[in-house]
């Protein structure tokens, strides 16, 4: 059985930075591309990061520059570093994994967390 938890969010200034985690069991990260998606307020789910199971990463171009996607295989943990987060970046976060190439669209994946909330706001 799959499981996919995600954790890190939080409540955040302007500027600040977060690192969200997404602990998986049941299926080894390298072997699947694992990405991260957001849902913000009224809004549908877009991507944000994908680390593709042959190695590449592909960020959207809101975040490009801001946010780093990161694994630890021998956690079987993936990462993701926000750094100059702003308030436009409020969401619910979410970690899911595909064996897909490098997907960019949500309908690939087969794995999902429950996301975690995190709050861009002084």
């Known amino acids: 059985q799959v499981q996919v938890v995600e954790s890190g969010g939080g409540l955040v200034e302007p500027g600040g930075s977060l690192k969200l985690s997404c602990e998986v069991s049941?299926?080894?990260?390298?072997?699947?591309?694992m990405g991260w998606f957001r849902q913000r307020p009224g809004k549908e789910r877009e991507f944000v990061a994908v680390?593709?199971?042959?190695?590449?990463?592909v960020y959207a171009d809101s975040v490009r520059g801001r946010f780093t996607i990161s694994r630890d295989n021998d956690k079987n943990v993936m990462y993701l570093q926000m750094n100059s987060l702003k308030p436009e970046d409020t969401a619910t976060y979410s970690c899911?994994?595909?064996?897909?190439?490098?997907?960019?669209?949500?309908?690939?994946?087969?794995?999902w967390g429950q996301g975690t909330q995190v709050t861009v706001s002084s």
């Open positions: 899911a994994a595909s064996d897909a190439p490098s997907p960019r669209r949500d309908d690939a994946y087969g794995y």
């Open positions: 049941g299926l080894n990260i390298r072997a699947y591309s």
């Open positions: 680390r593709g199971r042959i190695g590449t990463i």
